[in-house]
């Protein structure tokens, strides 16, 4: 089993509609990342959060909200979605030993 | 605020070497990652570094200069597997560490 789980792997939607994205992880780590990846923008930094209380805005933020239910999992909203909010997203988490990111599999969002 | 530059694409033949260049501007930089990432899957680590210098790991170095602002990915013995996207990013260090990538490379491998 993936150390980092998202769910689901593909949504298809349409615009208005709200959507929320599952991030689960076992790998005890604190430090929780979403990010956002378009084809030629590489990867863009959505939110974080260092722990169930810290949940921090990355460089785009606006139209996402994020809830850190407990330290294993950190979710993901799109309170109305709209079509340029159609990317790949991918959770990951952080070691604090080493600092390297383990990301999860990615979730492909399509908004119609 | 925080700029990385690589190229967007290279191209190489089975069996060469490649370098794959990363220049960056941060601020409180504290080290430099680069990540593999094959079309439609997750990145996955491949090296880490903080000081200034080479890093080695089988087929795969990474160099690093802070002074320059510069660091960069070599290949060597390329498959074709290796055809993939080569991310760079970096560090900021302040106790809170927020990774931010480069738009990444990709790198087509020909036989």
């Known amino acids: 089993d993936a150390d980092v789980t998202q769910t689901p792997r593909n949504r298809i939607t349409k615009t208005g509609k709200r959507i929320m994205l599952e991030c689960s992880q076992t790998?005890?780590?604190?430090?929780m990342y979403w990010y956002r990846q378009d084809p030629g923008l590489g990867l863009r930094l959505i939110y974080y959060s260092f722990d169930v209380k810290d949940i921090n805005k990355g460089e785009i933020s606006d139209g996402y909200s994020v809830s850190r239910q407990a330290q294993a999992k950190f979710s993901l909203s799109l309170e109305s979605a709209i079509p340029n909010q159609t990317a790949l997203y991918f959770c990951?988490?952080?070691?604090?030993?080493?600092?390297?990111?383990?990301f999860g599999e990615g979730s492909r969002l399509t908004v119609l | 605020g925080q700029n990385i530059d690589q190229p967007t694409e290279m191209t190489a033949t089975e069996g060469a070497i490649v370098q794959i260049n990363c220049t960056y501007q941060t601020s409180g930089f504290n080290g430099l990652f680069w990540y593999q990432q094959h079309a439609g899957e997750a990145p996955t680590f491949l090296s880490y570094n903080v000081l200034d210098g080479l890093e080695e790991k089988g087929r795969f170095s990474s160099f690093l200069s802070r002074s320059k602002g510069y660091s960069y990915l070599l290949l060597k013995e390329l498959q074709m597997k290796d055809s993939a996207s080569y991310l760079c990013a970096a560090g900021s260090s302040g106790g809170s560490y927020i990774p931010t990538f480069g738009r990444g490379t990709s790198l087509i491998v020909h036989p």
């Open positions: 990951a988490t952080r070691s604090g030993s080493t600092g390297e990111l383990f």
């Open positions: 790998k005890g780590h604190d430090r």
